[in-house]
């Protein structure tokens, strides 16, 4: 199983990027998918996650109103719309699947890491002010 994340590069504060992340090995579209960063220095953190269905997505505080995740089961592909992007956004971003093939019900599940079975290699955002 290989999650393959794109999209990262150098924008300028105010600019806009958008990470795909390809799944292969297996399919995702009855499972949920998330996207963590990790900036220089510091722990990992949860983004944004989207149930199998895309019907819930949940977000971190500090990329509400900002960022946009989506999918495509057809193409077993999750995305990261990033609009806004700030200084404090620049991490590498990973791409996440669960293995669970259920909802939870304790939606704080889908913001903790430990919920993910399968990572992908990581994608570079780096935002210049």
């Known amino acids: 199983v290989q999650l393959q994340a794109s999209g990262g590069g150098l924008v300028q504060a105010g600019g806009s990027l958008r990470l795909s992340c390809a799944a292969a090995?297996?399919?995702?579209?009855?499972?949920?998918m998330g996207w963590f960063r990790q900036a220089p220095g510091k722990e990992r953190e949860f983004v944004a996650a989207?149930?199998?269905?895309?019907?819930?997505?949940y977000y971190a505080d500090s990329v509400k109103g900002r960022f946009t995740i989506s999918r495509d089961n057809a193409k077993n592909t999750v995305f990261l719309q990033m609009n806004s992007l700030e200084p404090e956004d620049t991490a590498v971003y990973y791409c996440?699947?669960?293995?669970?093939?259920?909802?939870?019900?304790?939606?704080?599940?889908?913001?903790?890491?430990?919920?993910?079975?399968?990572w992908g290699q990581g994608t570079l955002v780096t935002v210049s002010s």
């Open positions: 989207i149930t199998w269905s895309g019907g819930r997505t």
């Open positions: 090995g297996r399919t995702f579209s009855k499972n949920a």
């Open positions: 996440a699947a669960s293995g669970r093939g259920r909802p939870y019900s304790d939606t704080a599940h889908y913001t903790k890491g430990a919920s993910y079975d399968y």
